[in-house]
T-cell receptor, first 113, second 112 residues
Framework: DTGVSQDPRHKITKRGQNVTFRCDPI?????LYWYRQTLGQGPEFLTY????????KSRLLSDRFSAERPKGSFSTLEIQRTEQGDSAMYLC???????????FGPGTRLTVL | QKEVEQDPGPLSVPEGAIVSLNCTYS??????FMWYRQYSRKGPELLMY????GNKEDGRFTAQVDKSSKYISLFIRDSQPSDSATYLC????????????FGKGTKLSVKP
């Protein structure tokens, strides 16, 4: 257990529905990352926060995706109008700025029917 | 050509064998190199973290980085069935606060 929690662990939804995932990072870490991982691939970067500021976004993050980190604590990732291609594992990583290391949560597995 | 190349395997070895896992990369700006272990349907777990070139040892695990060849390796000594997992290499550029670039992962199976 890395101390990073994600909720829910699994989500099944129908195409066109909106979904929201939550990540609670390690409390003393000020950096938070979202990645997406599909079967047989490594994680791909989506976006990054330092405290409450969203500092970097991948071109993978279409306008249907939005992420927030109010007050620099937990973060949410919302996907609007889900598509079947959004089916993946969504991983959150908590970043320790002192050591430049990232610790991953267990992930949220999304299935879009 | 992808920035990070990793043979997906699968790799099957007998218990007690020495395992060698490798990645190559193309971006000479990469300075931070990591190995993560991922069990099925779980999040990646950080195993080794190395800055720039050289070796780092932690128990049965040794990480090597050869920046001149753009090649990194992870060695596992006295492999155990519990080492069966997917091993992901990851790296990022110096001065970057941000994202890691991952290989596809190598699936390892250690047979008793």
């Amino acid at each position: 257990d890395t101390g990073v929690s994600q909720d829910p662990r699994h989500k099944i939804t129908k195409r066109g529905q909106n979904v929201t995932f939550r990540c609670d990072p390690i409390s003393e870490h000020n950096r938070l990352y979202w990645y997406r991982q599909t079967l047989g691939q490594g994680p791909e970067f989506l976006t990054y926060f330092q405290n409450e500021a969203q500092l970097e976004k991948s071109r993978l993050l279409s306008d249907r995706f939005s992420a927030e980190r109010p007050k620099g604590s937990f973060s949410t990732l919302e996907i609007q109008r889900t598509e079947q291609g959004d089916s993946a594992m969504y991983l959150c990583a908590s970043g320790d700025s002192r050591t430049d290391t990232q610790y991953f949560g267990p992930g949220t597995r999304l299935t879009v029917l | 050509q992808k920035e990070v190349e990793q043979d997906p395997g699968p790799l099957s070895v007998p218990e007690g064998a020495i395992v060698s896992l490798n990645c190559t990369y193309s971006n000479s700006a990469f300075q931070y190199f990591m190995w993560y272990r991922q069990y099925s349907r779980k999040g990646p777990e950080l195993l080794m973290y190395t800055y720039s070139s050289g070796n780092k040892e932690d128990g049965r695990f040794t990480a090597q980085v050869d920046k001149s060849s753009k090649y990194i390796s992870l060695f596992i000594r006295d492999s155990q069935p519990s080492d069966s997992a997917t091993y992901l290499c990851a790296m990022r550029a110096g001065g970057s606060q941000g994202n890691l670039i991952f290989g596809k992962g190598t699936k390892l199976s250690v047979k008793p």
